[in-house]
């Protein structure tokens, strides 16, 4: 059930008409936020919890909005609203669930909404489903990675590895002495060869190993920082993941 909905909309008009649209449909849905630049939506998302959905326009005042996810990690999904169709097949690399072309009218919205309520239904669903199945199934794990060195290549163990992050749209691994070295991999990928008892799935640009982590810290809004020993980065883990990863930790 759709709750609160953060709207990220640089003409007001539009952004005006979006509240008047999902009022009709669902007047007990809270507008938590209307952002209307990139830079605005970033910090908007590091300091406060995820809303069920966004609305999101792809131009924006500074930038086009898939910027956005290079700097933040937003989990929910997005419906993106936009007056160009060109966009339409980069979009859905981003949790989006749907793409409605401006003006937007009130039967699209809807659909959109109800798209959005089955995905959160059907997410909830596989993760039972994924959990029952851990427990029938022991699962074999990525143990090392082959990558090219010099004229050949050479093995890196994954027990040498400290934490694993995204930098630049590359995939990078930062080892216990210190070097990076790339992966060819993403990190949806590596998150499912790791064995998460080892590794944790911080946010959608860091995978951090139990090892590496010297303390938490409280953040805005019930979020956690993790200090990593030897790493000057900066880890968030969202209010939903926190008590996840304690449990981690603690295990």
Same mark, same amino acid.
């Not at 792809?58 to 989990?75: C, E, M, N, P, T």
């Given at each position: 059930?759709?709750?609160k909905?953060?709207?990220?909309?640089?003409?007001?008009?539009?952004?005006?008409?979006?509240?008047?649209? @999902?009022?009709? @449909?669902?007047?007990?849905?809270?507008?938590?936020?209307? !952002?209307?630049?990139v830079m605005?939506t970033?910090?908007?998302?590091?300091?406060?919890?995820?809303?069920?959905?966004?609305?999101?326009?792809?131009?924006?005042?500074?930038?086009?909005?898939?910027?956005?996810?290079? #700097?933040?990690?937003?989990?929910?999904?997005?419906?993106?609203?936009?007056?160009?169709?060109?966009?339409?097949?980069?979009?859905?690399?981003? &949790?989006?669930?749907?793409?409605?072309?401006?003006?937007?009218? #009130?039967?699209?919205?809807?659909?959109?909404?109800?798209?959005?309520?089955?995905?959160?239904?059907?997410?909830?669903?596989?993760?039972? @489903?994924?959990? *029952?199945?851990?427990?029938?199934?022991?699962?074999?794990y990525?143990?090392?990675? !082959?990558?090219?060195? =010099?004229?050949?290549?050479?093995?890196? *163990?994954?027990?040498?590895?400290?934490?694993?992050?995204?930098?630049?749209? !590359?995939?990078?691994?930062r !080892?216990?002495?210190?070097?990076?070295?790339?992966?060819?991999?993403?990190?949806?990928?590596?998150?499912?060869?790791?064995?998460?008892?080892?590794?944790?799935?911080? &946010? =959608?640009?860091?995978?951090?190993?139990?090892?590496?982590?010297?303390?938490?810290?409280?953040?805005?809004?019930? #979020? *956690?920082?993790?200090?990593?020993? &030897?790493?000057?980065?900066?880890?968030?883990?969202?209010?939903?993941?926190?008590?996840? *990863?304690?449990?981690?930790?603690?295990?």
């Amino acid at each position: 059930m759709i709750e609160k909905i953060v709207i990220v909309e640089d003409e007001k008009l539009n952004a005006d008409r979006l509240k008047r649209l @999902i009022s009709e @449909i669902n007047p007990s849905v809270k507008i938590t936020a209307v !952002l209307d630049s990139v830079m605005d939506t970033i910090e908007w998302f590091k300091e406060n919890e995820e809303p069920d959905v966004v609305m999101m326009d792809i131009r924006l005042s500074d930038g086009v909005s898939f910027d956005i996810f290079d #700097k933040v990690a937003i989990q929910c999904p997005i419906i993106f609203t936009t007056a160009y169709d060109e966009y339409a097949v980069q979009a859905f690399k981003y &949790n989006s669930v749907d793409y409605i072309l401006k003006p937007v009218e #009130k039967e699209e919205l809807h659909s959109a909404l109800n798209k959005v309520d089955d995905y959160k239904s059907k997410m909830e669903n596989q993760l039972s @489903i994924d959990k *029952l199945l851990s427990y029938v199934k022991q699962k074999e794990y990525r143990t090392r990675f !082959l990558i090219p060195f =010099r004229d050949g290549f050479q093995t890196i *163990l994954v027990t040498d590895l400290s934490f694993i992050y995204m930098d630049m749209k !590359l995939t990078k691994a930062r !080892l216990k002495n210190g070097k990076d070295v790339v992966l060819n991999l993403s990190l949806d990928d590596l998150e499912k060869q790791l064995d998460p008892k080892f590794f944790f799935r911080a &946010n =959608r640009q860091f995978i951090i190993h139990v090892d590496s982590v010297d303390q938490l810290v409280n953040y805005f809004n019930r #979020k *956690l920082k993790v200090i990593l020993f &030897n790493a000057d980065v900066e880890v968030i883990v969202s209010r939903e993941k926190s008590n996840l *990863l304690k449990e981690w930790l603690d295990s």
